[in-house]
């Protein structure tokens, strides 16, 4: 956005305990960025507070035309900022939701009503599927005509290059014939991990686990896998910054989660050549439709993750997915798409009608 005009400052918090984060690529990419220690992903009325105050000392000293959030917390409390300093566009994107699958119903309708107060002085909503702003708009945020489809645009070029190999069988002390599943992202309560764990414990023995990510749930997974035999089966492998390398070495990924929105794990593997496996909810569906490839679970219990895995290994033969196909994924959702998506969102009738300055 930068290159096409438009001067940016991010402004971002603290990263959860056992997060990745983004910000070296930030900064090798030229972004001015401001880092508020106060703010961060845990509910913190005190921190909370001086975070709002920050953001609002931001937005004055900056003075934005557009301010435009992602992610809960953020969003809300940035939005928030931005209508106390009278910012005239504000935007925020739903990359995904935490209205269902992360906390109790009091917690989930005590968060709508916020997500509901924070849409009715937001200019515009973005979510990356039409499944995922119909079910947003049918749980009270904003009425469909506020929500703007913008696909999640990736650099997924470097996937392209992928071969299949036995390198990280190998060193996750595999052999070569053994078969390996990958789930990649944040171990988390909503990516439904335990259940699959149950799964993989009536697979055969030969059939191996791998999670690439770490987060707030890692120390209970390992101990359900120690409880369920599969200490020697399930592999912890922590954040990676060589996914091209990670997904070349596996032969299925699978995502399990309550609640999603575009999974960029289904989207990386699929550029990478690697068949996947996913769960019926958020925008999933929709996008493995649209591309006319990929497995739905029939639902996310052991039970039905069982089923599809078990579906899914007796397809890899003839499953792959072809050169041609993975240049298509590539071309969907880049980076040069998503720029666009943005500007004209930007240049919208409901916008200020700017560019530079």
Known sequence: MQ????????????????EGSLQNLAEIAGVKMKLLPALGPEISPAKDFLALIQLIGVIRRFKPDIVHTHTAKA?????????????PNIFHTYHGHVLRGYFSKPKQEFYRCLETLAGRFSTKLVTL??????ELADLGVAEREKFEIIPLGLELTPFLEVQPHAELKAQLGLASQAILIGCVGRLAPVKNLPALLEAMASLPANI???????GE??????EKARSLGLANRVHFFGWSETLPWIYGGLDLVVNCSKNEGTPVSLLEAMAAGVPVLASPVGGIPELLQHLKTGTLMEGISPAEILSGVR???????SSKPSAEFRKRVVDSFSVDSLVQG??????????LSFKGG
Do not use: M
């Open 217 to 222: 749930d890692r120390k209970a997974l390992e």
């Open 3 to 18: 290159k096409k005009g438009y001067p940016h400052l991010l402004v971002a918090g603290q990263v959860g305990k056992g």
């Open 311 to 317: 579906n899914s290994l007796s397809l890899l033969s």
């Open 129 to 134: 599927t039409e499944g995922l702003a119909g």
């Open 75 to 87: 969003g809300f409390l940035g939005r928030w900022a931005a209508r106390l300093c009278g910012v």
């Open 208 to 214: 191996h686990l791998v999670l690439v990510g770490d």
């Open 342 to 351: 943005i500007e004209t969102l930007y240049q919208g009738p409901a916008s």
